[in-house]
Protein backbone atom coordinates (compact mmCIF):
# COMPACT_ATOMS: atom_id res chain seq x y z
CA UNK A 1 0.00 0.00 0.00
CA UNK A 2 1.05 3.25 -1.10
CA UNK A 3 0.06 6.63 -0.09
CA UNK A 4 0.11 10.01 -1.68
CA UNK A 5 -1.00 12.99 0.50
CA UNK A 6 -1.77 16.32 -1.20
CA UNK A 7 -1.21 19.39 0.81
CA UNK A 8 -0.95 23.77 0.18
CA UNK A 9 -4.25 24.27 -1.98
CA UNK A 10 -6.52 27.04 -1.79
CA UNK A 11 -8.11 30.47 -2.81
CA UNK A 12 -5.28 32.94 -4.12
CA UNK A 13 -5.62 36.08 -5.84
CA UNK A 14 -4.42 36.61 -9.09
CA UNK A 15 -0.38 37.50 -9.38
CA UNK A 16 -0.05 35.32 -5.99
CA UNK A 17 1.63 32.11 -4.52
CA UNK A 18 1.08 28.98 -3.26
CA UNK A 19 2.79 25.95 -2.62
CA UNK A 20 2.07 22.87 -2.82
CA UNK A 21 3.20 19.65 -1.01
CA UNK A 22 3.20 15.67 -1.46
CA UNK A 23 4.40 13.44 0.68
CA UNK A 24 4.48 9.13 -0.05
CA UNK A 25 4.59 6.73 2.59
CA UNK A 26 3.80 2.99 2.70
CA UNK A 27 5.68 0.17 1.12
CA UNK A 28 8.34 2.25 -0.39
CA UNK A 29 11.39 0.82 -1.61
CA UNK A 30 12.30 3.21 -4.15
CA UNK A 31 10.64 6.62 -5.40
CA UNK A 32 11.25 7.15 -9.17
CA UNK A 33 9.86 10.27 -11.26
CA UNK A 34 7.24 12.33 -9.22
CA UNK A 35 4.77 14.80 -10.86
CA UNK A 36 1.73 16.89 -10.52
CA UNK A 37 -1.21 17.28 -12.72
CA UNK A 38 -4.09 19.47 -12.80
CA UNK A 39 -7.57 18.92 -13.96
CA UNK A 40 -9.76 22.29 -14.40
CA UNK A 41 -13.63 21.80 -14.76
CA UNK A 42 -14.82 20.08 -18.60
CA UNK A 43 -10.69 19.64 -19.44
CA UNK A 44 -8.67 16.42 -19.26
CA UNK A 45 -5.95 16.32 -17.13
CA UNK A 46 -2.77 17.38 -18.05
CA UNK A 47 1.64 17.11 -17.01
CA UNK A 48 2.43 19.97 -15.45
CA UNK A 49 5.70 19.22 -13.95
CA UNK A 50 7.83 16.61 -13.25
CA UNK A 51 10.78 15.42 -11.49
CA UNK A 52 12.85 12.55 -11.50
CA UNK A 53 14.56 10.71 -8.69
CA UNK A 54 17.99 12.75 -9.73
CA UNK A 55 16.62 15.78 -9.69
CA UNK A 56 16.16 16.74 -14.07
CA UNK A 57 13.12 18.44 -14.52
CA UNK A 58 10.20 18.81 -17.08
CA UNK A 59 7.70 21.90 -17.43
CA UNK A 60 4.24 22.41 -19.47
CA UNK A 61 4.54 25.87 -21.47
CA UNK A 62 2.12 27.41 -19.46
CA UNK A 63 3.96 27.03 -16.37
CA UNK A 64 7.68 27.24 -17.48
CA UNK A 65 9.75 30.20 -15.36
CA UNK A 66 6.16 30.68 -12.89
CA UNK A 67 6.30 27.26 -11.26
CA UNK A 68 8.99 25.51 -10.31
CA UNK A 69 8.90 21.28 -8.81
CA UNK A 70 11.57 20.32 -6.32
CA UNK A 71 11.91 16.65 -4.52
CA UNK A 72 13.35 16.01 -0.45
CA UNK A 73 14.20 12.19 -1.46
CA UNK A 74 15.05 11.58 2.32
CA UNK A 75 11.28 12.99 3.41
CA UNK A 76 9.75 11.29 -0.14
CA UNK A 77 8.21 14.42 -0.48
CA UNK A 78 7.88 16.48 -3.90
CA UNK A 79 6.78 20.38 -3.89
CA UNK A 80 5.31 22.92 -6.57
CA UNK A 81 6.33 26.30 -6.27
CA UNK A 82 3.73 28.42 -7.52
CA UNK A 83 4.29 32.20 -8.93
CA UNK A 84 2.54 35.00 -10.72
CA UNK A 85 -0.67 32.51 -9.94
CA UNK A 86 -3.06 33.28 -12.84
CA UNK A 87 -6.99 32.27 -13.16
CA UNK A 88 -6.25 29.77 -16.11
CA UNK A 89 -4.19 27.65 -13.21
CA UNK A 90 -7.54 26.87 -11.39
CA UNK A 91 -7.66 23.25 -11.20
CA UNK A 92 -7.68 20.51 -8.42
CA UNK A 93 -4.25 19.75 -8.46
CA UNK A 94 -2.89 15.71 -8.15
CA UNK A 95 0.63 14.34 -6.93
CA UNK A 96 2.07 11.31 -8.71
CA UNK A 97 4.83 9.08 -7.99
CA UNK A 98 5.92 6.13 -10.07
CA UNK A 99 6.77 4.02 -6.98
CA UNK A 100 8.67 0.83 -6.59
CA UNK A 101 7.23 -0.91 -3.65
CA UNK A 102 8.80 -4.00 -1.50
CA UNK A 103 7.84 -7.36 -2.55
CA UNK A 104 5.25 -6.14 -5.18
CA UNK A 105 6.79 -4.32 -7.83
CA UNK A 106 6.01 -1.18 -9.92
CA UNK A 107 2.92 0.99 -8.82
CA UNK A 108 1.60 4.17 -10.19
CA UNK A 109 0.02 6.39 -7.69
CA UNK A 110 -1.58 8.92 -7.54
CA UNK A 111 -3.27 11.16 -4.53
CA UNK A 112 -6.67 12.36 -3.59
CA UNK A 113 -6.17 16.00 -5.39
CA UNK A 114 -6.13 19.79 -4.08
CA UNK A 115 -8.08 22.95 -5.42
CA UNK A 116 -6.43 25.63 -6.33
CA UNK A 117 -8.35 28.53 -7.22
CA UNK A 118 -6.80 31.98 -8.57
CA UNK A 119 -9.62 34.83 -8.24
CA UNK A 120 -10.06 38.12 -7.32
Known amino acids: QVQLVESGGGLVQPGGSLRLSCAASGSIFRLNAMGWYRQAPGKQRELVAQ???????DYADSVKVRFTISRDNAKNTVYLQMNSLKPEDTAVYYC??????????????WGQGTQVTVSS
Open 96 to 109: NADVIRYYTGRLIS
Open 51 to 57: ITSGGST
